[in-house]
């Protein structure tokens, strides 16, 4: 391929790891992963509540992975409330796994920068053969990508698997009990999965611009070992 199309193939892996890496730094930061809504079961049951008069004993809520604000409803009117996931919610939350999601989504940000680092040196520079060529790109790739879906993976078991929301609606709730009714991924959990995605679409771009697979590569190479091994 000629190198000015190369050029062009790496600045464009670059450009979308940049993107990606700015887009997964706002989501860290806004409360826009998940909305969710949740029934206060004690009024409801206490009035024996059905059809549109749920509507009075339904709350929602919004949050991401620092912070959120909701609003409370037993019947009696609108609670709204706000919290922050530290310290507030040490005690009601899986902290390991939440501080796992934070880490890892700190790891993305850092490894898609030194990846789009590595597109432009590759694109306008003289590249080492292992770090900076197209081993390098394909290995930044995959560690980020990996990163991104380990992210997706560890919050969605947190939400649904460890009833993040419906322990949040509860907290400091002696007098009424809440059950999550519906939940659903909101902006930054998606701009992460694009992010995975894009890592995914650079290896193809990396593959595009020429370079063979890494197993490929060793694969044929193993080959040429083989015939000049029978040759002598």
């Known amino acids: 391929m000629p190198s000015q199309q190369k050029k062009v193939i790496f600045c464009t892996a670059g450009t979308l790891s940049f993107l990606c890496a700015l887009g997964v730094v706002a ?117 980020s990508g990996s990163c991104g879906c380990l992210v997706m993976i560890l919050f969605a078991s947190e939400v649904k698997i460890h009833h993040l929301s419906e322990k949040i609606a509860n907290y400091k709730e002696g007098t009424y009990a809440y059950k999550t009714q519906s939940e659903k991924y909101t902006t930054s959990f998606w701009v992460v999965f694009i992010c995975f995605f894009v890592h995914f679409l650079n290896g193809l771009l990396i ?14 190479t193993e080959t040429t070992n083989v015939a000049s091994d029978l040759m002598y």
């Open 27 to 143: 989501a860290l930061g806004t409360p826009l992963w998940i909305e969710a809504t949740f029934l206060c079961k004690t009024g409801a049951q206490l009035v024996n509540a059905s059809g549109q008069e749920l509507g009075k004993f339904t709350g929602e809520i919004q949050y991401g992975l620092f912070h959120g604000q909701g609003v409370r409803q037993c019947g009696l009117g609108k609670r709204p409330f706000r919290f922050s996931f530290f310290p507030d919610l040490l005690k009601a939350i899986p902290v390991s796994i939440h501080v796992n999601v934070i880490l890892f989504s700190t790891i993305l940000i850092v490894l898609t920068l030194v990846g789009t680092a590595f597109f432009m040196y590759n694109a306008f520079g003289k590249p080492f053969e292992t770090l900076h060529g197209p081993l390098g790109l394909y290995l930044l790739s995959f560690i």
């Open 207 to 220: 593959r595009l611009a020429g370079f063979q697979f890494p197993f490929a590569k060793s694969k044929d």
